[in-house]
């Protein structure tokens, strides 16, 4: 069977750390996998429970961080080194940029037959200064020179990656959307709306806009506060808002909401019944978009994002900027709106025409429900991975019995 080194920077909450683990866990026995991970930064929410959950055994190399860090990130080029001569395997497939780097480097100068990255989002905007950004595409570049295949999760990314930023030719690049266990998002709905609702002093004629994932920068979390005072002073219905996660740029948020005047609490310190709440990080996410009526999204940049997928499946209608591969995985007008990132009056009319309408949030919620079970899963995920990997190993003259 063909030998797969899988490695991945570091294993937080989020997309890329489902579809690492999942195609680790899934593509066995037909696909030998060993999962290679990195050291997370203190201030990152772990997704230990994914290996626990699918009873997995990560090699680790702690020296490989997100952040650059040359003697670090020396070591841990020398370990991956180590871990390829020792497994010898016939694919080293990257996930992220820092991985990307490492493994790719590592992958090449060990003579790797095939050598695969995943592209879960870039860095290419919204997220270093102008010099870095240009590097870091010069990198990517270089890197993609070095990989036998590439894979995106959208085609929006695939066009980016291709037109955009010339990382390498269109037809290098494989699209394989995510894919993620979604039947759990249907069990036992309103038993999680309940205990969801009763634990964050939620009442049920109260209507729930809620936002997931890291407090930082690239999330903007700033659009979601102004889009929330605009809607508090365009609708008369009761409205709460609850963030789901936490970062470094928290105490910027709560300063925010303070200029808006709107209510807040950190409610793992003060449990208190606040127009906006932040819950910090919360690992049952199915309870959680149960338990609120609308999903909003207010990024500079994504890859494919995991919460609008996992929001659609619950049957929740969603507002979103129009940024990564966004339009991808919803239909605008028919699952939720898309907005132009940085619009906070487009945004807030969005969420008011939602709010306004319980009919249009079911009908929103019952079209997108639909359109992610076809799309979305993991086993279609694994079925299209092993068909790519049995194409690039044919296409370096390999055949695995």
């Known amino acids: 069977m063909p030998r797969i080194i899988r490695i991945h920077n570091r294993l937080i909450i989020g997309g890329p750390a489902i579809n690492v683990t999942y195609l680790s866990k899934y593509m066995e026995p ?42 670090q990130d020396g070591i841990a080029y020398r370990k991956i080194k180590e871990i390829i ?26 003579k790797v037959p095939v050598i695969v990255h995943t592209f879960h989002g870039h860095v290419f905007h919204s997220y270093f200064n102008k010099f870095t950004t240009k590097t870091f595409i010069q990198i990517e570049r270089y890197l993609a020179k070095k990989s036998t295949g590439i894979v995106a999760i959208s085609e929006s990314q695939r066009n980016e990656l291709a037109d955009v930023y010339k990382i390498c030719p269109k037809e290098k690049i494989e699209i394989i959307p995510l894919g993620l266990d979604l039947d759990k998002f249907s069990v036992k709905p309103e038993m999680k709306r309940s205990d969801f609702r009763s634990q964050y002093q939620i009442d049920d004629d109260e209507i729930a806009i809620g936002i ?40 910027s948020m709560e300063q925010h909401f303070a200029a808006a005047s709107i209510d807040y609490a950190y409610y793992p310190e003060d449990t208190r019944k606040a127009t906006a709440i932040c819950t910090s990080w919360l690992t049952e996410i199915d309870k959680v978009l149960t338990g609120i009526d609308i ?107």
């Open 85 to 110: 001569h020792e497994y010898k395997p016939d694919i080293v497939h990257t996930h992220a940029a820092k991985s990307g780097i490492i493994g790719r480097l590592a992958a090449d100068a060990c």
């Open 295 to 401: 999903v909003a999204l207010t990024s500079h940049n994504e890859g494919t994002p995991v919460s609008l997928i996992e929001a659609q499946a619950t049957g929740k209608p969603i507002v979103s900027t129009n940024v990564g591969g966004v339009s991808d995985i919803m239909i605008n007008g028919e699952a939720g709106y898309i907005t132009e990132p940085g619009n906070a009056e487009e945004f807030s009319e969005a969420l008011l025409k939602l709010v306004e309408d319980e009919n249009l949030r079911t009908s929103f919620g019952n079209f997108g429900k639909e359109y992610v079970q076809s799309k979305f899963s993991y086993q279609r995920l694994v079925k299209d991975m092993g068909a790519y990997y049995y194409k690039l190993l044919e296409s370096k003259g390999i055949k695995i019995k």
């Open 212 to 251: 997931i994932g890291r407090i930082v920068p690239v999330k903007n979390h700033e659009l979601f506060v102004a889009a929330a005072k605009k809607l508090l002073d365009k609708t008369q219905k009761k409205i709460r808002f609850i963030i789901v996660g936490d970062g470094d740029m928290r105490e």
């Open 30 to 71: 037909e696909f030998e996998t060993t999962l290679v991970i990195g050291g997370k930064d203190d201030h990152e929410q772990g997704a230990d429970y994914l290996l626990r959950d699918l009873a997995l055994r990560p090699v680790v190399v702690e020296e490989m961080k997100r952040k650059i860090f040359p003697l």
